[in-house]
DNA sequence: CTGTGACTGTCGACCGTTTGGTAGGCTTTT
DNA sequence: AAAAGCCTACCAAACGGTCGACAGTCACAG
């Protein structure tokens, strides 16, 4: 436990804050405890600690550890889906419809680096049902990824023999990716690795026609 | 420590074997409960229980659970980067050596799903120094396919505006996210897999030239 | 073929620390 | 005076790690 010192240090810090602010927070330190130290390897003591106030303090505001990794979870897949879910019904056509998608994945992921990896690094620390709770039974990202793949297809602008899951996939595997490697201030910006990525996996699926058709616009 | 009956239980199972044996058995046990809790959610008890010993007698293998998880990411790694460098070196051009890296990676990440998912995903467990021991400085997969794109542009097989390095990243991504969504007998076939990641990698980055090259063969 | 001693692999009990979590009381705000 | 926010003090369990004891195995001497 080994508090600063029980004895001498009276309420050192103990600022007393309103809830709402409270909870903001909490749920921005546990972000990047976990961030920094993954959930099992953080302790409810770090969390308290960079709040400055004491590990059982912390129950005034959660229920258990596990529901404080939900929450922070849960808030960023919810706004990371509602991104491109909005981008997936741009006007335009499937693949003008897709760029955007991956545009706005990515410079959202870049955005909000910490809880994206969190969420993609941590939701194997939620028991199963709690991790479908969030991602709903069916994965929610690659179905849109796919779809668009598959209105593509419908469209004549990508390959007919390609696997439309196995497209959503790939282009969702080097989106994803990014959250290891990409550091704010570093040689890319967010727009620059969404157009880029973009470009590379509308190339990847497109059919000959497609591409000649982009090129001589 | 909960030992299953200290008084009445004399020794167990306690089978007594050969050094070498068991060292291959802790470490492909200790994979396999890496993968499934984690490096921090994974206990020594875990691992000594699974092996039917006492957790004190790891202690005889090992100086540390640290050192358990460097040993079991170093050795697939190590394998990894073997087949990677070996195929990247294969008779052809630039692409046909690219295709065929893409290929054997995924083929291997395939096949051995679950030491490849721990060495991605427990990797940043492991501190600092001892990461690098295993990356090398710079990262020597990135450095693989960023040298192959490279080559790609020097001959004009690919778009001389792309950045290889986010081509390089982009093509892992999709490669190394393989590791969280495939299951042997599932759809698809680790060849398939890479087959298509390969053809939409190299369609994503190539010359409009160099695909109707390609397409008229 | 037997006795002996060194070695090897495992046990069993233990240590100090940290962990997630609980409960009741104190203080500040409203 | 009630409610909100936080602290003190505590718990049982689990953790990584240590260490002396000891049984099974094997090589070799007699």
């Given at each position: ?23 903001a927070e ?30 059982g303090s ?56 910490v809880p ?102």
């Amino acid at each position: 436990m080994r508090q600063p010192a029980g004895r001498s240090a009276r309420r050192s810090g103990g600022e007393r804050k309103p809830r709402e602010e409270r909870w903001a927070e909490l749920i921005e330190v546990a972000t990047q405890v976990f961030y920094e130290k993954g959930y099992d390897g953080a302790s409810l003591q770090d969390i308290a600690d960079r709040l400055g106030m004491l590990k059982g303090s912390l129950y005034y505001y959660i229920q258990s550890k596990e529901d404080l990794l939900f929450d922070v979870i849960s808030a960023v897949h919810k706004e990371g889906l509602a991104v491109v879910r909005s981008r997936s019904e741009v006007p335009g056509g499937p693949l003008e419809r897709l760029e955007s998608v991956i545009r706005g994945h990515v410079e959202h992921t870049c955005r909000n680096l910490v809880p994206t990896a969190v969420f993609l690094h941590e939701l194997s620390a939620l028991p199963v049902e709690r991790r479908k709770e969030i991602l709903g039974s069916e994965h929610a990202y690659q179905g849109v990824f796919r779809d668009l793949v598959e209105q593509g297809q419908a469209a004549g602008l990508v390959r007919a023999d390609l696997d439309p899951r196995l497209a959503a996939l790939s282009i969702l595997g080097s989106t994803n990716w990014v959250y290891r490697w990409f550091r704010p201030g570093g040689t890319f910006t967010p727009e620059q690795i969404g157009a880029e990525m973009a470009e590379m996996a509308i190339r990847g699926i497109a059919t000959e026609e497609t591409l000649q058709d982009r090129a001589s616009r």
